[in-house]
């Protein structure tokens, strides 16, 4: 049964500081999204990654992924208010050797950018 | 493009009580995938449906059905709903793995019963 866990739950930190979320995951996948939930919202699609090695940045994040090690990071950089949220990540369920679509999802960590 | 959209936004159920949910997406994907996401925690897959009249069990189905008749559609229903079904629920589409795997996701239902 594939198990996802990210670290940390919560997060505080400071404007302008850099810090990463990991997120562990317990069988063999190739597949990894991350995504973002402001409160009360919906899910809004940061990453794809889809390979061994693949890394993504969009402006203050970078995301990549090893899947020999089955971890993904999300590295903020130089943290505003703005990244407040809370952060999912979500792995596909192989089956056959390939990709189902079907995701589990972390529990989410939730950062708090204070000024 | 509407993307993908749910109603009714909020809903309270009494015990024993049914109802459906309903998705559409305006984004002709073939997958389409119900969520539930409890206080404080990651979503759970209800069902999945990779296209119409296909459908299948996700990681938490007891106490839900749904029926995939159009590729536009993907409703869910809760029969004798119990307080263990109150959270929030998401309807999400994306197209095949092949073919970019990314998930849209639905505003949410967010439904109490008591």
């Known amino acids: 049964e594939l198990k996802v866990e990210q670290n940390p739950l919560f997060l505080s930190m400071q404007e302008g500081k850099n810090y990463t979320i990991y997120c562990n995951y317990s069988?063999?996948?190739?597949?990894l999204y991350w995504y973002r939930q402001d409160p009360g919202k919906s899910l809004e699609s940061l990453f794809v990654?889809?390979?061994?090695?693949a890394v993504k940045q969009e402006g203050r994040l970078m995301a990549s992924l090893d899947t020999k090690a089955r971890l993904s990071t999300l590295h903020i950089t130089a943290a505003v208010h703005d990244l407040s949220a809370t952060y999912f990540c979500?792995?596909?369920?192989?089956?056959?050797?390939?990709?189902?679509?079907?995701?589990?999802f972390g529990t989410g960590t939730l950062l708090a950018v204070q000024p | 493009n509407a993307g993908v959209t749910q109603t009714p936004k909020f809903r309270i159920l009494k015990i024993g009580q049914s109802m459906t949910l309903q998705c559409t997406q305006d984004?002709?994907?073939?997958?389409m995938y119900w969520y539930r996401q409890d206080p404080g925690m990651g979503l759970k897959l209800i069902y999945y449906?990779?296209?119409?009249?296909?459908?299948d069990k996700g990681e938490v189905p007891n106490g839900y059905n749904v029926s995939r008749s159009t590729t536009e559609d993907f409703p869910l229903r809760l029969e004798l709903a119990a307080p263990s079904q109150t959270s929030v629920y998401f309807c999400?589409?994306?197209?095949?793995?092949?073919?970019?795997?990314?998930?849209?996701f639905g505003p949410g239902t967010r439904l109490t019963v008591t």
């Open positions: 979500a792995v596909d369920i192989r089956r056959n050797g390939g990709a189902t679509n079907k995701l589990i």
């Open positions: 449906s990779v296209g119409a009249g296909i459908t």
């Open positions: 990654l889809l390979s061994n090695g």
């Open positions: 069988t063999t996948s190739d597949r």
């Open positions: 984004m002709n994907h073939n997958y």
């Open positions: 999400a589409s994306s197209y095949p793995p092949g073919q970019g795997s990314e998930q849209y």
